[in-house]
């Protein structure tokens, strides 16, 4: 079984700074993949950022230049900092790992929003 532990999101100001953290844990064979993906209401699910086990990374166009992907494969975490937090960014973000044999796992999510 493997199971991935996500860091709290959390409620940030116009241009701010949040960061993402994602653990995966139990009987994982191989780590092809880990990142984020992102779902904004009433939007279908997207790709944030994401690097194989190569270390090839990929960004969203839309986060380009502003958030940046991490990672420590020795402990099968990731890290997505993200900085200059605007509305459009406010969604439920997903953690995935894609692993060699058994697919996509995911995060339960945790959201990332505007304060109010």
């Known amino acids: 079984q493997v199971q991935l532990v996500e860091s709290v999101g959390g409620f940030v100001q116009a241009g701010g700074s949040l960061r993402l953290s994602c653990a995966a844990s139990g009987s994982i064979l191989s780590i092809l993949a880990m990142g984020w993906y992102r779902q904004a209401p009433g939007k279908q699910r997207e790709l944030v950022a994401i690097?194989?086990?190569?270390?090839?990374?990929a960004y969203s166009d839309s986060v380009k230049g502003r958030f940046t992907l991490s990672r420590e494969n020795a402990r099968n975490t990731v890290f997505l900092q993200m900085n200059s937090l605007n509305p459009e960014d406010t969604a439920v973000y997903y953690c995935?790992?894609?692993?060699?044999?058994?697919?996509?796992?995911w995060g339960q999510g945790t959201q990332v929003t505007f304060s109010s």
């Open positions: 995935n790992v894609k692993e060699v044999v058994r697919g996509d796992y």
């Open positions: 690097v194989t086990k190569g270390g090839s990374t």
